[in-house]
Nanobody, 122 residues
Framework: QLQASGGGLVQAGAFLRLPCAPSGRPFSPNVMVWFRQAPGKEREFVAAVSESGLGTYTAQHVKDRFTISRDNAKNMMYLQMNAVKPEDTAVYYC?????????????????WGPGTQVTVSS
């Protein structure tokens, strides 16, 4: 299981850091990701991080503002969101795939957390 947190109601331009805490038996290889889903829209890929934490891939439309990272010593993953915009409003989900290869397709991930709501007011 995974547990995302850190969401809330913030004003445009604010900073947010979303932690994701996986639990259960770890497996390798793996890649961890963030997706988001806005009301009435499909789930959208945001960013992925490799098992080592050294490789990251961020969606083009947020890569200048969002940063994904992981701390394997603490068994945690994070999404740093800078200068948030109203269009960032969504439920943010963390997920993990039993593979070293990231994917932007949500159906290729094996485990998901329940998500955390981020609402950005203008």
């Amino acid at each position: 299981q995974l547990q995302a947190s850190g969401g809330g109601l913030v004003q445009a331009g604010a900073f947010l850091r979303l932690p994701c805490a996986p639990s259960g038996r770890p497996f390798s290889p793996n890649v961890m990701v963030w997706f988001r889903q806005a009301p009435g829209k499909e789930r959208e890929f945001v960013a992925a991080v490799s098992e080592s934490g050294l490789g990251t891939y961020t969606a083009q439309h947020v890569k200048d503002r969002f940063t994904i990272s992981r701390d394997n010593a603490k068994n945690m993953m994070y999404l740093q969101m800078n200068a948030v915009k109203p269009e960032d409003t969504a439920v943010y989900y963390c997920a993990v795939r039993k593979s070293a290869i990231p994917s932007i397709r949500p159906d290729e991930y094996d485990y998901w957390g329940p998500g955390t709501q981020v609402t950005v007011s203008s």
